[in-house]
Nanobody, 124 residues
Framework: QVQLVESGGGLVQAGGSLRLSCAAS????????MGWFRQAPGKEREFVAA????????FYVDSVKGRFTISRDNAKNTVYLQMNSLKPEDTDVYYC?????????????????WGQGTQVTVSS
């Protein structure tokens, strides 16, 4: 069982930056692939970025490539999402997710554990 707690969301102007953090409980964090998703009211949860258990492989949705960076610190049981050059269309609730698999899941249905979400609002 893994519990995930996101932090770092907030209100920022377009062009600004935020860094989201997701702290995980448990002693097996290093064996989990991690992902970030986002969701607007009435819409499906959208994949944003994912990272392998080792940190050696990362994946991004096209709309954030070159602007967002996912990373992890297994010693701190934490995964990060550095978001730069933010746009109003990045406004959403952001969720982190985890699953104990060796590949990197890109779909929400492939993740077993979820955080409660953190709101990111980008003003124009």
């Amino acid at each position: 069982q893994v519990q995930l707690v996101e932090s770092g969301g907030g209100l920022v102007q377009a062009g600004g930056s935020l860094r989201l953090s997701c702290a995980a409980s448990g002693r097996t964090f290093s064996s989990y692939a991690m992902g970030w998703f986002r969701q607007a009211p009435g819409k499906e949860r959208e994949f944003v970025a994912a990272i392998s258990w080792s940190g050696g492989n990362t994946f991004y949705v096209d709309s954030v490539k070159g602007r967002f960076t996912i990373s992890r610190d297994n010693a701190k049981n934490t995964v990060y999402l550095q978001m730069n050059s933010l746009k109003p269309e990045d406004t959403d609730v952001y969720y982190c997710a985890a699953n104990a698999v060796r590949y990197v899941p890109l779909r929400a249905s492939e993740y077993a554990y979820w955080g409660q979400g953190t709101q990111v609002t980008v003003s124009s």
